[in-house]
Every structure is written in C-alpha cells, then in structure tokens.
C-alpha cells in the first residue's frame, strides 16, 4: 500500500484547508486510517483517525470541533477537512493506514497557517 497525501498550502488564521490521502492498492478497505501531524522542533502528534468502515471516528482534543476526517473507500481516499485553522496547526501532516500490526505512511504535506 502507498499513501500520498496533498492539499496543503498557506492559509491566513480562521481559514480551511481540505487534506486528502490517496492509497494504492486493494486492501484500502481493510486500513484503519488517520492523519498525524509534526510541527518544527515537535514530535509527531496524533490529530484525528477513521475505522475502516467510516464508523468510527477520532480526534485529538486540539483539532475537536474544527476538523472533520471522512472516508471513501469506493475512491481509497481519506479526507482531512480542517476548519477555523491557527498558526498552532501548522505542521507536516501526515496520513497512516494500519492493519494489525502493520502500518504505512504516506510522504507529508505541509499547513502553513500564517498572515
């Protein structure tokens, strides 16, 4: 499985930006997705993750209320809507598929909210 994750870009604080991870393969269907984010000088952080089926959902109490992941497994995409955006969530973001044990990430996209 591959991930490749685009849409970010510079945005002015209380803006949006839609992130969208891109899988290749078959088994999309079976991967618990979710995206991450790294900000400089920081760890990489847990922001928000999907079941496989889009039944369940996750957020970091940061992001809570202001983003939105969803699903569509017809299309192996997941979808990060990000809403009402400071200059706190700028970072590298990055989407991760997992199953069982395994997990694959995808090359980051960079949120730069700034004015």
């Known amino acids: 499985v591959q991930l490749q994750a685009c849409g970010g870009g510079l945005v002015q604080p209380g803006g949006s930006l839609r992130l969208s991870c891109v899988a290749s393969?078959?088994?999309?269907?079976?991967?618990?997705m979710g995206w991450f984010r790294q900000a400089p000088g920081k760890e990489r952080e847990f922001v928000s993750a999907i079941s496989y089926a889009g039944g369940y959902t996750y957020y970091a109490d940061s992001v809570k209320g202001r983003f939105t992941i969803s699903r569509d497994n017809a299309k192996n995409t997941v979808d990060l809507q990000m809403n009402t955006l400071s200059p706190e969530d700028t970072a590298v973001y990055y989407c991760?598929?997992?199953?069982?044990?395994?997990?694959?990430w995808g090359l980051g996209t960079l949120v730069t909210v700034s004015s």
């Open positions: 991760r598929g997992v199953t069982g044990s395994v997990e694959y």
């Open positions: 393969g078959r088994t999309f269907h079976n991967l618990g």
